[in-house]
């Protein structure tokens, strides 16, 4: 071959252009082109033409890939005790908490939020705002930190920046931390669910959500109601009304629980006002019982107090104040009441005692009977499980009479009816607990329950014949006159089951908004002459790098990986008004005291 087929290699466009022409002298130019004429000679023997220096040649000849020179890409900058997405933080944070806050506390936000956990889902979404937030302002207050008072190695600031635990060679203290940072919203996140168990209320217009006006009287419980249209004893119905009272009021454990010190509600719609005083209210109509029901899902309740009419029995005490009259008056009371049918009742029950149901014979007087109907207001709660009176109160106020006549002329024949009920509530008294201090609650509330269940029944207010004839004058009066049923303009209040307002809920949703300024105040205070700042990372590494320190780094380009602690060194330059910041690595122990670093001096323009 002649020197001048290879000078064309030196340049590497010359021999490309004439690469089709130099087939005819050399087996070189088949290979370079794929076709030509002549030698056909095989590879092995091409080969064993080639001069030993052809590779060097061929790769001197490679065109470089080196880019040119360029400026300086880097922006120089004053470090700031402040930076803008730093306090863009602080304040979306600031915010969530303010509203989380407000979806708490605020009444009327809270309630419009217990639809269907509506409450937890905000709540939930604003925490996970504020630790967005927290986590962008985190990681420069730990690099300072390590920067300050840690050992300065790449490990640790490479798991501080990528916020892994598991990083390479990461100091145990900052595993602990990043660990308790990676667990702190998901601990907020189950501690502010366990707030449960609170409420929050709205008053609403009963009517607008019913459609229609709210009617009170002499119901039956919803349920019970069929029991009442079909005229039976009502016997069902003063057991039901009597049952929570007798359960609450039981002996435990040989003691008897102390008597209520104010007005105590029990069941549907038994009130004891006082130890001798007992009221059987009128309650809703259960068509608007059940309507409210259908509104309300889990958890929810209405709360409706209305100013209702009573039947009140109370203890009387003229036998002790005038005992003269009061025999006069019970021996004649007595021989009416034998004369009338039903009217005298005798039962004998243990230990010969007896109970005797007195009713005057009609027409009624009620000179020394302890039976009357007066206007209380009492409050329920609905659910959808039922209705139950909550408490109530008595003005002591009785009702005309004109209002009286379905207590005063009524037949009703109680005895009949209700002495076999009425022996065994009372029953415990004559034995177990003949000195305590129920007797008269118990009198009481079984008398104005015995009253009530069977009005309720003999004229019921919701059966089809909806009037009461009064014996006296066989007049005939309308439900709404004889007071059976009467609309009533009542007061509602919708509750629905939200978080407790509680102090440290506030706190738990306040914690990371508060981390956020504590980090911001020791940034800009105790960490403003560090020299690092926000932007710190790969990029500011390699533009202040000490190019002759990194050799000991060779080997880990692809596993990221050293085989010892490598710490970090940096060394702020100042010169008049400008300076940088130049970083080296070296290699010690981590037992090593920190290397101290330099300080950034203050209004200096760093590059």
Same mark, same amino acid.
């Given at each position: 071959?002649?020197?001048?087929?290879?000078?064309?290699?030196?340049?590497?466009?010359?021999?490309?252009?004439?690469?089709?022409?130099?087939?005819?002298?050399?087996?070189?130019?088949?290979?370079?082109?794929?076709?030509?004429?002549?030698?056909?000679?095989?590879?092995?023997?091409?080969?064993?033409?080639?001069?030993d220096r052809r590779l060097s040649d061929i790769s001197a000849a490679a065109p470089s890939h080196k880019p040119s020179p360029s400026l300086p890409l880097g922006r120089p900058t004053v470090k700031k005790r402040f930076h803008t997405l730093h306090l863009l933080?602080?304040?979306?944070?600031?915010?969530?908490?303010?509203?989380?806050?407000?979806?708490?506390?605020?009444?009327?936000?809270?309630?419009?939020?217990?639809?269907?956990?509506?409450?937890?889902?905000?709540?939930?979404?604003?925490?996970?705002?504020?630790?967005?937030?927290?986590?962008?302002?985190?990681?420069?207050?730990?690099?300072?930190?390590?920067?300050?008072?840690?050992?300065?190695?790449?490990?640790?600031?490479?798991?501080?920046?990528?916020?892994?635990?598991?990083?390479?060679?990461?100091?145990?203290?900052?595993?602990?931390?990043?660990?308790?940072?990676?667990?702190?919203?998901?601990?907020?996140?189950?501690?502010?669910?366990?707030?449960?168990?609170?409420?929050s209320t709205k008053k609403i217009d009963a009517a607008t959500y019913i459609g229609n006006t709210t009617y009170y009287g002499m119901f039956a419980q919803p349920g019970l109601q069929l029991l009442a249209e079909k005229k039976g004893t009502g016997i069902s119905?003063?057991?039901?009304?009597?049952?929570?009272?007798?359960?609450?009021?039981?002996?435990?454990?040989?003691?008897?629980?102390?008597?209520?010190?104010?007005?105590?509600?029990?069941?549907?719609?038994?009130?004891?006002?006082?130890?001798?005083?007992?009221?059987?209210? !009128?309650?809703?109509?259960? %068509?608007?019982?059940?309507?409210?029901?259908? &509104?309300?899902? *889990?958890?929810? $309740?209405? =709360? +409706?107090?209305?100013?209702?009419?009573?039947?009140?029995?109370?203890?009387?005490?003229?036998?002790?104040?005038?005992?003269?009259?009061?025999?006069?008056?019970?021996?004649?009371?007595?021989?009416?009441?034998?004369?009338?049918?039903?009217?005298?009742?005798?039962?004998?029950?243990?230990?010969?005692?007896?109970?005797?149901?007195?009713?005057?014979?009609?027409?009624?007087?009620?000179?020394?009977?302890?039976?009357?109907?007066?206007? !209380?207001?009492?409050?329920? %709660?609905?659910?959808?499980?039922?209705?139950? &009176?909550?408490? *109530?109160?008595? $003005?002591? =106020? +009785?009702?005309?009479?004109?209002?009286?006549?379905?207590?005063?002329?009524?037949?009703?024949?109680?005895?009949?009816?209700?002495?076999?009920?009425?022996?065994?509530?009372?029953?415990?008294?004559?034995?177990?607990?003949?000195?305590?201090?129920?007797?008269?609650?118990?009198?009481?509330?079984?008398?104005?329950?015995?009253?009530?269940?069977?009005?309720?029944?003999?004229?019921?207010?919701?059966?089809?014949?909806?009037?009461?004839?009064?014996?006296?004058?066989?007049?005939?009066?309308?439900?709404?006159?004889?007071?059976?049923?009467?609309?009533?303009?009542?007061?509602?209040?919708?509750?629905?089951?939200?978080?407790?307002?509680?102090?440290?809920?506030?706190?738990?949703?306040?914690?990371?908004?508060?981390?956020?300024?504590?980090?911001?105040?020791?940034?800009?205070?105790v960490f403003h002459s560090t020299p690092l700042d926000k932007g710190f990372g790969l990029i500011s590494i390699l533009a202040g790098i000490d190019r002759q320190s990194l050799d000991m780094l060779a080997g880990a380009a692809l596993s990221g990986e050293l085989?010892?602690?490598?710490?970090?060194?940096?060394?702020?330059?100042?010169?008049?008004?400008?300076?940088?910041?130049?970083?080296?690595?070296?290699?010690?122990?981590?037992?090593?005291?920190?290397?101290?670093?330099?300080?950034?001096?203050?209004?200096?323009?760093?590059?």
């Amino acid at each position: 071959m002649s020197s001048r087929g290879w000078n064309r290699l030196d340049d590497t466009e010359d021999y490309e252009l004439h690469a089709t022409a130099a087939h005819a002298n050399y087996d070189t130019g088949r290979i370079a082109c794929s076709h030509g004429r002549g030698l056909t000679q095989s590879l092995d023997d091409w080969q064993n033409l080639i001069p030993d220096r052809r590779l060097s040649d061929i790769s001197a000849a490679a065109p470089s890939h080196k880019p040119s020179p360029s400026l300086p890409l880097g922006r120089p900058t004053v470090k700031k005790r402040f930076h803008t997405l730093h306090l863009l933080a602080a304040a979306i944070s600031l915010i969530c908490f303010a509203l989380a806050i407000t979806a708490v506390a605020n009444e009327n936000i809270s309630w419009r939020l217990g639809i269907k956990n509506y409450q937890l889902i905000v709540l939930g979404f604003l925490l996970g705002i504020m630790n967005l937030c927290l986590g962008s302002v985190v990681p420069t207050l730990l690099l300072h930190v390590e920067a300050r008072f840690g050992s300065s190695t790449l490990q640790n600031y490479n798991g501080i920046l990528r916020n892994e635990v598991s990083a390479s060679g990461l100091s145990p203290l900052w595993r602990i931390v990043l660990s308790m940072l990676v667990a702190l919203p998901l601990a907020l996140s189950v501690a502010y669910k366990t707030f449960t168990g609170g409420e929050s209320t709205k008053k609403i217009d009963a009517a607008t959500y019913i459609g229609n006006t709210t009617y009170y009287g002499m119901f039956a419980q919803p349920g019970l109601q069929l029991l009442a249209e079909k005229k039976g004893t009502g016997i069902s119905l003063f057991s039901n009304a009597t049952l929570p009272f007798a359960m609450a009021s039981a002996m435990q454990n040989g003691s008897e629980p102390p008597l209520p010190a104010h007005p105590q509600a029990y069941g549907f719609n038994i009130l004891l006002l006082n130890n001798e005083t007992s009221a059987a209210l !009128d309650a809703p109509q259960p %068509s608007y019982v059940s309507a409210v029901q259908t &509104l309300l899902v *889990g958890g929810e $309740s209405w =709360n +409706i107090t209305a100013r209702v009419f009573a039947t009140v029995a109370t203890y009387n005490h003229s036998r002790s104040q005038d005992p003269d009259i009061f025999e006069e008056y019970s021996d004649s009371f007595c021989e009416d009441a034998r004369a009338s049918s039903g009217a005298y009742t005798h039962m004998t029950a243990v230990d010969g005692w007896s109970v005797v149901l007195l009713n005057h014979a009609s027409p009624g007087d009620q000179t020394l009977q302890y039976i009357g109907l007066t206007p !209380d207001p009492g409050t329920w %709660s609905i659910t959808r499980g039922g209705i139950q &009176l909550v408490e *109530g109160s008595c $003005s002591g =106020n +009785i009702l005309p009479p004109d209002r009286q006549e379905i207590i005063v002329h009524n037949r009703l024949f109680l005895g009949v009816a209700y002495m076999s009920s009425l022996v065994e509530l009372l029953a415990p008294f004559v034995t177990t607990r003949n000195n305590s201090e129920w007797t008269s609650p118990y009198m009481a509330t079984g008398v104005a329950a015995m009253l009530w269940s069977r009005t309720s029944v003999v004229n019921s207010p919701i059966s089809q014949d909806k009037t009461f004839i009064t014996p006296k004058e066989l007049a005939r009066l309308t439900a709404d006159e004889a007071g059976l049923v009467y609309p009533v303009v009542d007061t509602a209040v919708y509750i629905r089951p939200t978080l407790r307002k509680s102090g440290l809920l506030y706190f738990v949703l306040g914690i990371q908004p508060l981390l956020i300024v504590i980090i911001l105040i020791l940034i800009a205070s105790v960490f403003h002459s560090t020299p690092l700042d926000k932007g710190f990372g790969l990029i500011s590494i390699l533009a202040g790098i000490d190019r002759q320190s990194l050799d000991m780094l060779a080997g880990a380009a692809l596993s990221g990986e050293l085989k010892k602690s490598v710490k970090l060194v940096m060394r702020p330059i100042r010169d008049d008004q400008k300076g940088a910041i130049e970083y080296y690595v070296t290699t010690s122990s981590r037992t090593a005291p920190p290397i101290p670093h330099g300080k950034l001096s203050p209004q200096t323009l760093y590059h």
